[in-house]
């Protein structure tokens, strides 16, 4: 998010103005909020490592220190093994290689992963809604006639009307940069998204990858741990509720073993020392928690998709939520006030053959991000503009 810094000479500070971003709440805590917090723990476990070691193996006593700091980055580099303590020590490979832990070195690298995953719908919308309006534009004009009194006011009222008037006469035809878009274009246009419904379109799609990134996020982490992640929450409920417990030594293992070879001069010694996983501690944690803020962002993601889809699908949806900033003879319209049937009908002409989707999403961005009496203002002088043309 983009700063403005203005100098109050009078009162001698500084006052920095944050420039608004141009998408919803919801889109903002998937591409923000959990972007940001997926990135400080992931900082917070990579600088841990650094702190103190991420692994302790408890090897004989005749190996001097420095064998010692080998054996522990060897351990941690080559990955260790889970055996029960009710079992021996196998001899055989292919036995060990089914019980690897090889998922804590790369942690951090899979919550940032993770926090990409958030972000990347927000690329996709800057990427499709700037092609036929700046949106962030649009509503600094809106932001700006907040701050201004008289005259001003009104003048960039006008100018804000004027911009998205240009916009509402150019929408029955999408803005294609590429000849070689044109095959694309016409299949939009055989769907109606070239009558103002592009920006409604991309705003839908986004909205819905947000819910199909948390989505994919459960079978992405369950493989690169490999510890069978989409059921770690439902272990974890049921362990609590039956053995008031929430340590899943399966998943997470705090002793692990190790095995390593030392080549002599003429033969090979391997040995097989026992480590602790201290990290597995934090880990545990931080999956766990991982795996409830996925289940209720895809909750939360998959709503607001249906209800907006819902809403766009529904014309009288519209006409409820424009009608209730329009004014008559000067006077705000009510539920229960009694309009001629004609009246009906130019309004339903206007919000549905004038504002079109776009506009009326385009309305409720400005009644959201900014103020409520400004989308008020704008949506009655584009209607007093459209009584007059």
């Given at each position: 998010m983009g700063g403005i810094k203005k100098y109050d000479a009078e009162n001698k500070i500084v006052i920095i103005k944050l420039g608004r971003s141009d998408d919803p709440l919801m889109h903002q805590v998937n591409r923000f909020g959990c972007v940001l917090l997926f990135v400080i723990v992931a900082i917070g476990l990579s600088a841990q490592r650094f702190a103190k070691s991420p692994i302790q193996c408890w090897c004989p006593a005749q190996f001097p220190d420095f064998q010692v700091n080998y054996?522990?980055?060897?351990?941690?580099?080559?990955?260790?093994?889970?055996?029960?303590?009710?079992?021996?020590?196998?001899?055989?490979?292919?036995?060990?290689?089914?019980?690897?832990?090889?998922?804590?070195?790369?942690?951090?690298?899979?919550?940032?992963?993770?926090?990409?995953?958030?972000?990347?719908?927000?690329?996709?919308?800057?990427?499709?809604?700037?092609?036929?309006?700046?949106?962030?534009?649009?509503?600094?004009?809106?932001?700006?006639?907040?701050?201004?009194?008289?005259?001003?006011?009104?003048?960039?009222?006008?100018?804000?009307?004027?911009?998205?008037?240009?916009?509402?006469?150019?929408?029955?035809?999408?803005?294609?940069?590429?000849?070689?878009?044109?095959?694309?274009?016409?299949?939009?246009?055989?769907?109606?998204?070239?009558?103002?419904?592009?920006?409604?379109?991309?705003?839908?799609?986004?909205?819905?990858?947000?819910?199909?990134?948390?989505?994919?996020?459960?079978?992405?982490?369950?493989?690169?741990?490999?510890?069978?992640?989409?059921?770690?929450?439902?272990?974890?409920?049921?362990?609590?509720?039956?053995?008031?417990?929430?340590?899943?030594?399966?998943?997470?293992?705090i002793v692990t073993f190790c095995d390593f070879d030392i080549r002599q001069m003429t033969n090979f010694q391997t040995w097989t020392v026992q480590c602790s996983l201290p990290i597995n501690l934090y880990s545990e944690m931080i999956f766990i928690t991982d795996w409830f803020i996925l289940v209720f962002m895809t909750i939360l993601n998959f709503t607001y998709f249906i209800y907006h889809l819902v809403s766009t699908i529904l014309p009288y949806r519209a006409e409820i939520y424009i009608r209730k900033f329009m004014e008559i003879d000067g006077e705000r319209v009510s539920k229960y006030q009694t309009i001629s049937e004609h009246e009906l009908e130019k309004q339903r002409d206007f919000i549905h053959c004038y504002l079109r989707r776009d506009g009326v999403f385009l309305i409720w961005l400005m009644s959201n991000k900014v103020n409520p009496v400004v989308a008020g203002e704008i949506v009655n002088n584009l209607w007093k503009s459209y009584q007059s043309e």
């Amino acid at each position: 998010m983009g700063g403005i810094k203005k100098y109050d000479a009078e009162n001698k500070i500084v006052i920095i103005k944050l420039g608004r971003s141009d998408d919803p709440l919801m889109h903002q805590v998937n591409r923000f909020g959990c972007v940001l917090l997926f990135v400080i723990v992931a900082i917070g476990l990579s600088a841990q490592r650094f702190a103190k070691s991420p692994i302790q193996c408890w090897c004989p006593a005749q190996f001097p220190d420095f064998q010692v700091n080998y054996i522990n980055d060897y351990c941690w580099v080559r990955n260790t093994y889970v055996v029960d303590f009710n079992e021996s020590l196998s001899t055989v490979s292919s036995i060990k290689k089914t019980r690897i832990i090889q998922y804590y070195q790369w942690i951090p690298l899979i919550l940032v992963f993770q926090a990409l995953s958030f972000f990347a719908p927000r690329m996709v919308w800057l990427a499709c809604s700037g092609y036929s309006l700046n949106i962030k534009k649009l509503l600094k004009m809106a932001d700006d006639i907040t701050l201004s009194h008289g005259n001003d006011k009104h003048e960039l009222i006008q100018a804000t009307v004027q911009y998205l008037k240009k916009y509402l006469k150019n929408q029955n035809c999408l803005n294609i940069r590429y000849r070689t878009w044109e095959g694309p274009r016409e299949l939009l246009a055989s769907y109606g998204l070239h009558k103002g419904n592009v920006l409604v379109f991309i705003f839908l799609m986004t909205s819905l990858l947000y819910a199909v990134s948390t989505v994919g996020q459960f079978f992405m982490v369950d493989i690169l741990l490999g510890v069978d992640f989409k059921t770690l929450g439902f272990d974890v409920m049921s362990r609590v509720y039956n053995d008031k417990t929430i340590a899943d030594h399966r998943r997470f293992p705090i002793v692990t073993f190790c095995d390593f070879d030392i080549r002599q001069m003429t033969n090979f010694q391997t040995w097989t020392v026992q480590c602790s996983l201290p990290i597995n501690l934090y880990s545990e944690m931080i999956f766990i928690t991982d795996w409830f803020i996925l289940v209720f962002m895809t909750i939360l993601n998959f709503t607001y998709f249906i209800y907006h889809l819902v809403s766009t699908i529904l014309p009288y949806r519209a006409e409820i939520y424009i009608r209730k900033f329009m004014e008559i003879d000067g006077e705000r319209v009510s539920k229960y006030q009694t309009i001629s049937e004609h009246e009906l009908e130019k309004q339903r002409d206007f919000i549905h053959c004038y504002l079109r989707r776009d506009g009326v999403f385009l309305i409720w961005l400005m009644s959201n991000k900014v103020n409520p009496v400004v989308a008020g203002e704008i949506v009655n002088n584009l209607w007093k503009s459209y009584q007059s043309e």
